[in-house]
């Protein structure tokens, strides 16, 4: 949930006022497409809801806790305990295999313990990729990375998940694909999932639409 | 944390030049560190292998090797001072060694009367270490070639005057280019052709019952012109004139340094580098909620990984080459304990190294990873 937000980067003449006052609310189980111009704001609003950047003014709460409150090591607990992220850029880590990708993101959350690779093996069944476990990124198609990185910001079972243009880098087949399976996450899984596109294709996805231009929300709806 | 070695592992000739650059380090460490223990040992080893408790020596004498002599009446002197149990009588000089080829070579030449330690070079008749042969000497393997002792025994001449090699020994080699030769009392005397007084030092054995400090009070009140030391307080003595005065151990020292710093520089050099070509990975790590800690400890176990490969191939190197370096300069010398500390000081090394990489990949802004 984000109230009044705002930011600004920059300052004095240099400065770029990203956000403008932006209320929202977001619910458990939803799937929201969050679309708009290049340069309106989505990306900002995403490292906001992210707890990545503080806003300049208003705050976020994430399940009812004030995030303008937390230290930056409490941020990075929320981080790590709440949010899953997906990004554009795939963003593995390039040296690890799939598997080892997933068991990562159970280490860095404490929970490499022993059956961790059980556990990472069956998220990575569960997008569909069991086969492709000792490949690394570089072995993968941008469909099948994106598959592992939704495995990854699922590992840790966090309440919500944030994607940024998940689609941007994949074809139409493969980018439908993800948008079904993000669709999935929300609906099943009972989790929010917050998505940054441009692009169009995942439209009938989303169960909500917020349209941003300028820094300011212009419309919200939901649909379906 | 096989993320580390993982990112190691993607540029190889990177971790093999770190690699390298941790075993030249270590190399050098361990190296010089063995010349400084040889040098230490070796620059009192004749003071220490004495049986004595306390040493006479001329005043403001600095080591054995360099030293002027006392006057004879000292001995009857000091045999008199209350607790002293036995006082042996030791000389040495620098005396002209007549080669084989007809060349003449200077070495130092000592001369010590039975008592002054059974380890103390003297060449005796028997096994009891009672009687002294004459006109005979010793010298040391290590020395052996430069003076042209091929078999023993070897007949040659010390200050136009015969004297035979009896026999060679171990452990007593030249640290500072002139060899030792070890003979009797008297024969030194006669060698070395002192005008006068002949004494170098006098070594005095204390009465069992009676407290060296004590007696080495008592000395020194009946003998104002001269210095007396305890064994140890002499050997100290003579190890800080050879290391420090001499400059010697300031030369070892900075090599060692040097070798540290070499070995920083690149593994700071390429610690850093791996660190800023995965930075993106770092951002994603902080961004997926890795604490602090998990991020140092990526660093870490990087630069640790270095070090403990990088220490143990320059350990590895070393060994094989420790056979071949002692028959050069024989007083090296490596105690088991010096290539764990070196180890110990090039896992601090690479720790130090990661300071600078630490400092970065925690800098890093997580916002960043939603920048395609
Ligand atoms: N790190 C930054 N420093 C300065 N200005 C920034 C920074 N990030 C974004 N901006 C500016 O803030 C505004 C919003 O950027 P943002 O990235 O949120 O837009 P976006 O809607 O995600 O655009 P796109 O669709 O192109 O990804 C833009 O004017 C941009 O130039
Ligand atoms: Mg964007």
């Known amino acids: ?224 | 944390m096989w993320l580390a070695w993982r990112n190691l592992n993607h540029d190889r000739f990177r971790f093999l030049v770190t690699i390298v650059g941790i075993a030249f380090a270590v190399f050098l460490m361990i190296f010089q560190g063995s010349l400084l223990v040889g040098f230490l040992r070796a620059s009192s080893k004749s003071i220490d292998v004495t049986d004595a408790d306390l040493w006479i020596a001329g005043r403001g004498v600095e080591s054995f090797e360099f030293a002027a002599p006392l006057p004879e009446r000292f001995y009857d002197i000091a045999v008199g001072v209350e607790g002293v149990e036995a006082v042996y009588r030791m000389t040495l000089g620098f005396a002209f060694w007549q080669k084989p080829s007809g060349m003449r070579q200077s070495v130092l030449l000592i001369g010590a009367e039975p008592g002054t330690g059974s380890q103390f070079p003297i060449p005796y008749v028997d096994a009891g270490q009672t009687s002294v042969a004459s006109e005979a000497v010793l010298v040391d393997r290590s020395n052996a070639r430069t003076l042209g002792v091929d078999v023993v025994p070897a007949g040659t001449e010390i200050s136009a005057r015969r004297a035979q090699v009896v026999e060679v020994i171990d452990g007593f080699g030249t640290f500072f280019g002139t060899p030792y030769v070890f003979t009797g009392y008297a024969d030194a005397v006669r060698y070395l052709r002192w005008p006068g007084d002949a004494i170098v030092f006098l070594i005095v054995r204390v009465q069992p019952g009676h407290d060296p400090q004590e007696v080495k009070r008592a000395l020194q009140r009946k003998l104002p012109e001269v210095d007396v030391w305890t064994r140890d307080e002499f050997s100290r003595r003579a190890r800080a004139f050879w290391v420090r005065k001499t400059g010697a151990g300031g030369a070892i020292l900075l090599v060692a340094l040097l070798g540290f710093l070499v070995g920083l520089v690149i593994v700071s050099q390429n610690i850093y580098a791996t660190t800023m070509e995965n930075l993106e990975e770092f951002a994603t790590l902080k961004a997926i909620g890795a604490r602090r800690w998990y991020i140092q400890k990526v660093v870490l176990t990087q630069a640790l990984a270095c070090g403990i490969v990088g220490s143990f191939v320059g350990l590895l190197a070393l060994l094989p080459l420790m056979e071949p370096i002692r028959n050069t300069i024989s007083w090296i010398d490596m105690p088991w304990w010096l290539p764990f500390g070196m180890i110990f000081v090039g896992l601090l090394m690479c720790v130090l190294a990661s300071v600078a990489s630490i400092k970065k990949a925690l800098a890093v802004e997580p916002a960043r990873v939603f920048r395609a």
């Open chain 1, 1 to 224: 949930m984000a109230e009044e937000i705002s930011i600004t980067y920059g300052s004095g003449h240099a400065a770029t006022p990203a956000l403008r006052d932006v209320s929202l609310n977001f619910f458990p189980g939803r799937l929201v497409l969050v679309m708009g111009p290049s340069g309106s704001g989505k990306t900002t609003l995403l490292s906001v809801l992210g707890c990545m950047l503080l806003p300049d003014q208003g705050d976020v709460h994430v399940r009812g806790q004030s995030v303008r409150g937390l230290s930056e090591s409490q941020r990075v607990d929320l981080r790590r305990h709440s949010i899953g992220y997906v990004f554009q850029a795939f963003r593995l880590f390039r040296s690890l295999t799939a598997l080892e990708n997933l068991v990562l993101a159970l280490d860095v959350a404490g929970r490499a313990k022993d059956g961790a690779k059980a556990k990472a093996e069956q998220a990575l069944a569960a997008v569909g990729l069991s086969d492709k476990w000792r490949l690394k990124p570089g072995e993968l198609s941008g469909g099948e990375k994106q598959r592992v990185a939704i495995a990854r910001a699922l590992i840790n079972d966090p309440p919500i998940v944030l994607a940024d243009e998940p689609t941007a880098s994949l074809d139409w087949r493969s980018g439908e694909g993800i948008a079904a399976m993000l669709l999935r996450i929300a609906k099943e899984h009972g989790k929010l999932v917050v998505v940054v596109t441009h692009d169009p294709r995942m439209t009938p996805f989303g169960q909500r639409i917020v349209k941003m231009e300028d820094g300011r929300v212009v419309e919200d709806a939901e649909q379906g």
